[in-house]
């Protein structure tokens, strides 16, 4: 229960932003709870006056339809028992004439429950002015006969519409145009949830499920009910327990419990145990703040892919964190005082300074003295979710994990990318490159679950991801040229990661005394693809080349001219000596036409096959390591040219 405690405290040190609503990375409000509140979307707003009369009302557009109400223990994982919500609830509850209207007779006592429990708040020592108004017009059991009979202001159309004395449970396209109730609610008008608010002139008055003292008011004399006490296992104290455990963790509609125990048949407690009492025992007050820190986090700074939950947070500086799951550039473009690292020619000791200069930014606004969490939850069945992973870690041992993960698969990426970047890719996106743009989500979840594992804890790259991206990257024709060359810089992150967890260390700028075998044909592949591309170039013409380049949006459908070294990719990786003699004589005709640079590509191709020791110019497949020789020898050439481009002007 450790991740328990941790959530409880992280409650604690941000009381200061409870009931403050704020908008997450995505645009939506958020809000760390107060303890027995919960989250519902309303379709209806009810506004009393004072004295307890009914004013006005209105549907609630969807995007303003977020409602903080006081909640049970029972009300928030009520199913099909009538378990009345604190304050605004659906009609059956509040609507003393839902029946008169059609509703379901056998919930004709939630009406009974939901006053009686009311009446109980307004008659203690923590009643409020506004709930005594709202309770002394709903005891008139007018509410649905009132939304009937009103008009909306703008609209002119009813609240609620009826026919025949009945409410209308769907509407049909014969009755007409469809009011504006139908457009907010997910079932029938009967399923309807209403909200109220008072009546007052000052047109800056907080509403009243705003009103942080009707939320204390609330609390108060909730706490004040719960009678049964005991040992909270987290705290240590003797305290309200409960058994019944808050859903909803990960979205409105989800019905997952992380914590539940109604289950005692058979061999549950495998002879350990008589009660689940005697299992654990947890506060009341305890899990309501551990759950609703957990529901802020997720809501404001979580991942979710199919249902999975990826979440990192600091104990007191919960946001001002960089992820596991981020991208290097991503890191970078965060920091103030850092710039992402865009020139080629960084290297490995450039980028590692500049990483942490830019983890040094992030430490200026955390606290030094906080413990950070990583959390993977995920549900295997709709009532039961699991921690799939959990850790902690003092800031400083998480921060040189962080720096571990981006040098050791740092690579030069520029295909595909808005900037070009020296670092590591995001997790998502080796993933996707893994599985394909098609993958289910499913198969990307468990993968980012899989790598996680390699940034926290350091844990070596997994070979059936490395193996996966090296069948990708050595099949061009698979996928659009622009798409391949990004498969290679990830593929080339990864790889290089897995090598140098064998304590073999690669670097993007090119080892020309490497002698590798799978390294060096790597470097032949690179310059025969390059020495055909340029010998294209030359002969379709320089200004036809600019001309598509300049057309992307004419162009955008047709494929640029893939080399032989590109096709036959994917056999030069099986079987290298055969399919490189099938690519010399391929080149023969295009060293012709680049003439002096022709023997220049042709003096390098020597080069590299002077440096093969004979037992190793062998016809066996190729490690991963011929991608990082390709990536590295393109990479050189590419920056020559660019090089003597720059002279030149």
Known sequence: MSWLADLYQTYENNLDQVGKPIRNIWGKEVILLPISHAYQNAQIEVIIKPTGEFYKAKVIPKEEAATMIPVTIESAGRTSKPMPHGLHDNLQYVAGDYI?????????????????????????????????????????????????????????????IEREGKLVAKWKKEFGEKPEIFSVLASDQFSSFVRFDIYDLNLDAIPVWKDLAISDAFIDYYTTQLSWGGLDYITGKQVPLTENHPSKIRYGGDMAKLISGNDTTNFT?????????????????????GHNALKWLISKQGKIIDGRVFLTWGEKSVDNLPAVDESSDAIFAEDKETDSITTIDKTSQDFSKSFIKALQGYQQDLRHDQNIHIMILDSATPGRMGILYYRS???????????????????????????????????????????GKRASETLIKNTMTQLFSCVVDNRKMPFNIMQGLLKNASNPLSMELWEWRKTVEIACSVIKHYFYDLEEEYTVALNKEEKDRSYLFGR??????????????????????????????????????TTNALRYMNAFSNHPVTTWKILQENLIPYYEKLEDKGNYYQNLINQIMTQFDIDDYTDRALTGKYLLGYSSQRIELNNKDKNKDKEEK
């Not at 005697?278 to 009341?284: L, N």
Request: include cysteine.
């Open 100 to 160: 008169q209207y059609g509703g379901d007779a056998k919930k004709g006592e939630s009406f009974q429950k939901y006053i009686a429990n009311l009446e109980r708040w307004c008659a203690s020592d923590f009643s409020h002015p506004k709930v005594q108004a709202i309770l002394t017009y709903l005891k008139k059991g007018t509410l649905i006969t009132d939304l009937i009979n009103y008009q909306d202001e703008e609209s002119h159309q009813p609240i609620l």
């Open 524 to 561: 032949l592949l690179a310059v025969a693809d390059k020495a055909e591309d340029l010998a294209l170039f030359i002969q379709y013409g320089e200004k036809d080349k600019k001309k598509q380049d300049n057309d992307k949006e004419k162009n955008k459908d047709k494929k640029e001219r």
């Open 269 to 289: 407690f495998r002879g350990r145990f008589s009660e689940k009492n005697q299992v654990a025992t947890i506060g009341y007050e305890t899990s309501q703040k």
């Open 393 to 435: 870690m003092e800031q400083e041992s998480y921060l040189e994990r962080l720096k571990n993960w981006h040098n050791q698969t740092g690579w030069w990426h520029a295909a595909g990318w808005q900037n070009a970047f020296y670092g590591a890719p995001s997790l998502r996106t080796i993933a996707e490159a893994v599985h």
